[in-house]
């Protein structure tokens, strides 16, 4: 899990709610009933008509991957791709198939590996594997907009509760001394749908957003660096355009790593050009 996530939100959470109490205000005062229904209660009903069922079923999906930590780094990628690259120069192409155990789980990497054995044109892989990143980012933003949804209904919700308050307010204008605090309650509303939109479900939709921005970003080096294996690049030029998708300091984990694997000082040069990225 992302902890960075949980801080964030609560951070947020409770920064609205001590700000309020600091303010003389009291914790009872915030916990409405009747402002929760309308606002929550009101935002998942439009966020239900907004949606088909087979997107909502995935919320759960969605939320996980909201927190969950990164998957893969692209330092460890690089590592891996430079190793393919290293068999397949020393074994053949057909010699990659053996190391498939190795991506097991990773069907986007496997099916790359899969088609340079299989000989397939290099045109095709690098339209397929394309293809396949495209409709990733859109199976994952399709059900990511629900917080979007919920973002923008959540505010007017609490709007539609204020003026429902204020409604039952003018109604008993005969009882003066009960105006204050009756007003105050009304616009709690407000405060629930704007509070709800900009500490919950707009952050959490910026967050799928950059999580999928780095998944999608360690695909695209893979179908480099598939691409670059089938093409039988050497592993100098390989590192070259693997580094570009590095930070300096990744690209030194990389040379690092692939010294102590086996001592292998040729690649510093790569890493000295890349590096200035």
């Given at each position: 899990m992302d902890v960075a996530t949980v801080i964030g939100l609560l951070v947020g959470l409770l920064s609205l709610v001590v700000g309020f109490l600091l303010e003389g205000g009291e914790l009872i005062a915030l916990l409405k009933i009747t402002a929760f229904l309308?606002?929550?209660?009101?935002?998942?009903?439009?966020?239900?008509?907004?949606?088909?069922?087979k997107v909502l079923a995935k919320v759960p999906f969605i939320l996980k991957y909201a927190f969950q930590g990164k998957k893969e780094r692209p330092d460890d990628t690089v590592i891996q791709l430079i190793h393919l690259a290293n068999i397949s120069r020393r074994e053949g192409?057909?010699?990659?198939?053996?190391?498939?155990?190795?991506?097991?789980?990773?069907p986007f990497m496997a099916n790359g590996i899969q088609m340079v054995v299989d000989g397939v044109d290099s045109d095709a892989i690098d339209d397929i594997l394309n293809r396949d990143i495209d409709l990733y980012e859109q199976k994952i933003l399709s059900i990511g907009r629900i917080f979007e949804a919920a973002g923008g209904y959540a505010p007017t919700m609490g709007i539609i509760g204020t003026v429902m308050g204020l409604v039952h307010?003018?109604?008993?204008l005969e009882n003066a001394t009960e105006l204050g605090p009756a007003i105050a309650v009304a616009f709690i509303a407000t405060l629930y749908g704007v509070g709800s939109a900009n500490v919950i479900y707009l952050p959490l939709y910026t967050k799928i957003k950059n999580n999928l921005a780095g998944e999608l970003m360690i695909r695209q080096l893979k179908t480099e660096g598939i691409l670059s294996i089938q093409y039988g690049e050497n592993t100098m030029i390989l590192k070259k355009k693997l580094y570009a998708f590095l930070s300096e300091d990744e690209c030194r984990k990389v040379e690092q790593q692939l010294a102590s694997n086996n001592g292998d000082g040729a690649a510093s040069g790569a890493f000295q050009e890349a590096g200035q990225l």
């Open positions: 309308i606002v929550f209660g009101g935002t998942i009903g439009a966020v239900i008509v907004s949606f088909p069922g192409l057909l010699a990659l198939e053996g190391e498939q155990d190795s991506f097991e789980k990773d307010v003018l109604g008993s």
